[in-house]
């Protein structure tokens, strides 16, 4: 599947469309689009290459459905609007569905390309890294099983959670979790001893702290907002204190994570 960058030529609508007198509400590149505006289902006004160029990117953001991008309106775009609103060609047309099916696989399933056959195979023991690829096992006439976490073909006793016999593998996700420094916040008081890395305890995903602000980060994967020091969702670590710049509610830091959340999604 070949990537589509940002649009080049381009696109106008013409007579068909109920043009409207407004500014191209999505023109965050300031491209200042020649074509007239017309107006999304949400009511906001855009032009063919400005909607290209915001769906293009959510699609690169790992996304699979294609929401508004103005401050507070969280409208959903059915694909077909985006299709006829944004002049997609087909050559635009296929790779935004190709992607938009590879977006929700990545999103709903726990699943990684074999490196027998590069063939998706889902994993469906989060707590074991030995997974059999049904093709592989049918091609070579035996069981053919690769190690989740290095990608190579399996060696040694299964199941296990922390690593195969392969040389070399090992969680880079945890040796992170393990060595990164403590962070020094400069505006959350009295908390000490608390790494600069964390995995979220929604989705698991290696989450910064930009080591300003309060202690409360929202994950860029799951959307969920928690607690950098105890890792406790917000609502459940402020309670009735609101403490977002000092000390949790039990005044607790939660020690360095071990081993990585793994998402429960419905």
């Known amino acids: ?59 690169e953001e790992g996304e699979s459905n294609f929401v508004c991008a103005l401050p507070g309106c969280d409208i959903i775009w059915p694909y077909e609007e985006v299709c006829k609103m944004a002049l997609l060609t087909p050559e635009e047309k296929e790779y935004f569905g190709q992607t938009m099916a590879l977006n929700a696989m990545k999103h709903h399933f726990d699943y990684k390309l074999c490196p027998g ?15 059999c690829c ?43 979790l393990k060595n990164c420094e403590d962070i020094i916040f400069e505006s959350v008081n009295n908390v000490s001893g608390c790494p600069c890395i964390r995995a979220c305890p929604t989705c698991g995903v290696l989450v910064e702290h930009n080591k300003k602000e309060c202690k409360n980060i929202v994950c860029p994967t799951c959307k969920k907002e928690f607690c ?21 509610a039990d005044g607790m830091v939660a020690p360095r994570q ?9």
């Open 258 to 266: 071990t081993s990585i959340p793994t998402w429960q999604k419905q």
């Open 134 to 176: 049904s093709w592989c096992s049918k091609e070579k006439d035996r069981t053919y099983e690769f190690c989740w976490q290095c990608l190579k073909e399996w060696k040694g006793p299964r199941p296990r959670s922390d690593r195969c016999d392969n040389v070399g593998c090992s969680n880079e996700t945890l040796q992170i």
């Open 117 to 131: 056959c590069s063939s998706s195979v889902v994993r469906k023991d989060v707590s074991n890294l030995s997974v």
């Open 228 to 248: 950098f020091v105890c890792l406790k969702l917000t609502s459940e670590c402020a309670g009735k204190r609101g403490m977002h710049f000092g000390p949790c």
């Open 1 to 59: 599947m070949s990537s589509i960058s940002k649009t080049k030529e381009e696109k106008c609508y013409n007579s068909t469309f109920n043009l409207v007198d407004r500014e191209d509400e999505l023109d965050f590149y300031c491209d200042v689009f020649a074509s007239g505006r017309a107006l999304m289902s949400c009511g906001h006004a855009v032009t063919p290459s400005s909607l290209t160029n915001w769906c293009l990117w959510l699609l």
